[in-house]
């Protein structure tokens, strides 16, 4: 650093729902941020509650422990600025639903005391103005902003919303959303920054996605040139989740320049510090290159997230249901790479319907990667459940006969997947003192294509948020870039993906799923990512007008895949209707998903059972369709 004022921006591991460890942290960052001789700390948005914490923000035990704990964190700031983020609670006010009153809140502590905006309000912090209510995001549920407060006190938005004089400087300070302006007729940033500010400080709680650093950059240093002042960006690591949905915190903290350069900080998923001097040395910056997250990004946050979700939930041990497919393969190689291999356990459970060349694959990956390996068939189990159910007798009050039970091909299918998941994984892996996993991929998730306490058990579904085809493409990565050999043997990119339940799907024939994964990739992420969801009405016009492909980035031909429209239209409609009906279900009843894409299952799609719908104008367009001859 030069002589300047020192800064440090803290990007710490945030653990939800555990206020004295952050403040434990928070505490020891202090101390050393005081020996080096900085004289402003800052720490990330929640820093002490974390973030995504549902309902527990209705405890007021809770609320009174963050309190608390930002006092601590008040009375060791003696020699030194700090600006963290906490719940900020009025006990004389209450929120809409009759519950205290919370905000989402900035504090800035000094000397011993924390600083009172000069915004006439006289709370000793500063509240988020812009609530997220989108995503994995629900602020507006628990914390009220700035909008609702000037509207209360009479006062105008922008006489609340007002620069810190810190040791002479003249800081903005805003947390997160409030910098994410685009969407929201408020711009927090400009109103602060147009009563001169020499810097702005912007404490950030914002979970990794596929090519959102990408993003970040972009708004952040444009934000920069637009307020010709520096932005301070800092952002928490660790993992929070939503129930239903695992995601990670990659900080990515770093400064923007006016000039659209950058001063970068600690690695991704790293808890380190950025520290500078104000103002910083011309010789520091370095221009600002787009970032493009590439297949090893989604890598490291899957291995940080399942390695920090096992952690939390305090787990040594897995078992992993291993088919000879890709999709296991990679679950197995994930998990690998963060336990010991006497606490991994792959194992096999074979039918008349697998192949040679899988189960062969299975062996290689276990020898492969150094761990466990068990081999159990099914076999016996399958046939005993098949003589119980098969030809039972369904008997009325009086004593006749009025029905008997059918195992079919297909209820047989899923007595196999039964067996395997819920009888003896789930009893291998209590045995073992363990877990086993979900290995479904996210085109399965869907439209439900596993089987109800079945396949779709598990602790985590890790891969519950890659594509197939970004699966395949993990499975190379780690083979090139993490092992350099061939760990995943290549008979699991080779063979075709088949649940090996019958012998429809003998791979040895070439026969297997009937999902046709390239297409049903691209179709199904239109439907599920797409900011503007698409439907078959979207799907069904694009079709008519030849711009399908296009659309939803299939780089194939559908036409080489449907031999009429009609079957065109059959597939869309089978899939709409499993992906809206019995799928939503499945969802429901699913393991967590670890997110890593925009749209994971879970809180982050939220959907109701309703029933597949489809509007008054597909039914025209399909109408018209078949008026053509098809």
Same mark, same amino acid.
């Given at each position: 650093m030069n002589n300047g004022w020192p800064i440090r921006l803290q990007q710490m591991t945030v653990i939800p729902g555990d206020p004295y460890r952050n403040t434990e942290t928070m505490l020891a960052a202090i101390a050393a941020a005081s020996r080096d001789g900085v004289r402003l700390l800052v720490f990330p948005e929640m820093a002490i509650p974390g973030y995504l914490l549902a309902d527990e923000w209705e405890r007021p035990a809770f609320l009174r422990e963050c309190t608390a704990c930002g006092d601590a964190v008040r009375? +060791?700031?003696?020699?030194?600025?700090?600006?963290?983020?906490?719940? +900020?609670?009025?006990?004389?006010?209450?929120?809409?639903d009759g519950r205290l009153r919370k905000y989402n809140a900035l504090f800035v502590a000094q000397a011993g005391r924390f600083v009172i905006p000069d915004n006439g309000l006289e709370y000793p912090f500063l509240a988020k103005t812009l609530m997220p209510n989108y995503r994995e995001f629900d602020d507006s549920r628990h914390f009220y902003d700035n909008c609702k407060l000037a509207r209360e006190t009479g006062r105008r938005l922008q006489d609340i919303i007002v620069p810190l004089d810190l040791d002479s400087h003249r800081v903005g300070a805003?947390?997160?959303e409030d910098a994410w302006d685009e969407d929201y007729d408020i711009a927090p940033a400009r109103m602060v920054a147009g009563k001169g500010i020499d810097f702005l400080v912007l404490i950030n709680s914002s979970p990794f996605t596929f090519n959102k650093r990408n993003k970040r950059d972009r708004i952040f240093s444009r934000l920069a040139r637009q307020l010709e002042r520096p932005v301070l960006y800092v952002n928490s690591v660790g993992l929070q989740d939503n129930g239903k949905t695992v995601y990670t915190f990659d900080g990515a903290s770093a400064v923007y320049s006016p000039a659209g350069d950058v001063l970068s900080g600690p690695a991704s998923f790293e808890e380190d510090h950025l520290s500078l001097a104000w103002p910083p040395d011309s010789n520091d910056w370095k221009p600002l290159k787009p970032r493009v997250d590439t297949i090893a990004d989604i890598d490291r946050a899957l291995i940080y997230g399942i390695d920090n979700f096992m952690k939390r939930l305090g787990l040594q041990r897995v078992v992993i249901g291993v088919s000879g497919g890709i999709d296991s393969a990679v679950v197995a190689a994930l998990h690998r790479r963060v336990l010991a291999p006497q606490d991994l356990l792959l194992l096999t459970m074979p039918s008349r319907y697998n192949s040679r060349r899988t189960l062969a694959a299975t062996r290689q990956l276990a020898a492969s990667l150094g761990c466990l390996f068990a081999e159990t068939p099914i076999d016996q189990s399958v046939e005993l459940t098949r003589s119980q159910i098969d030809g039972l007798q369904l008997r009325t009050a009086d004593g006749r006969i009025h029905d008997r039970l059918l195992l079919n091909d297909n209820l047989l299918e899923n007595v196999q997947a039964r067996d395997r998941s819920a009888r003896v994984l789930a009893a291998i892996a209590a045995a073992f003192g363990g877990v086993f996993t979900c290995n479904a991929n996210k085109a399965e998730m869907t439209v439900g294509y596993t089987t109800l306490y079945g396949d779709l058990g598990g602790y985590l579904a890790p891969i519950g948020d890659l594509w197939k085809d970004d699966v395949y493409r993990l499975a190379r990565f780690m083979n090139d870039a993490v092992f350099k050999n061939e760990t995943i043997p290549e008979d699991c990119f080779r063979v075709t993906p088949s649940a090996e339940l019958s012998a429809a799907q003998d791979v040895e024939q070439g026969l297997g799923d009937p999902l046709q994964y390239p297409y049903h990739d691209a179709l199904f992420r239109s439907w599920v990512e797409s900011w503007d969801r698409t439907t078959p009405e979207d799907i069904l016009a694009w079709y008519l007008q030849g711009e399908l492909e296009r659309n939803i980035g299939f780089t194939g031909s559908v036409d080489e895949?449907?031999?009429?429209?009609?079957?065109?239209?059959?597939?869309?409609?089978?899939?709409?209707?499993?992906?809206?009906?019995?799928?939503v279900a499945k969802r429901i009843q699913a393991p967590p998903i670890l997110a890593v894409t925009r749209r994971a299952f879970g809180f982050d799609h939220r959907e109701a059972q309703l029933g597949p719908r489809y509007s008054r104008r597909y039914r025209e367009l399909k109408i018209s369709l078949n008026s053509g001859g098809a």
């Open positions: 009375t +060791a700031a003696r020699d030194l600025t700090v600006i963290f983020g906490n719940v +900020a609670v009025d006990p004389k006010r209450c929120n809409e805003l947390l997160c895949l449907f031999a009429t429209p009609r079957d065109f239209v059959a597939d869309l409609e089978r899939w709409w209707n499993a992906y809206q009906g019995i799928g």
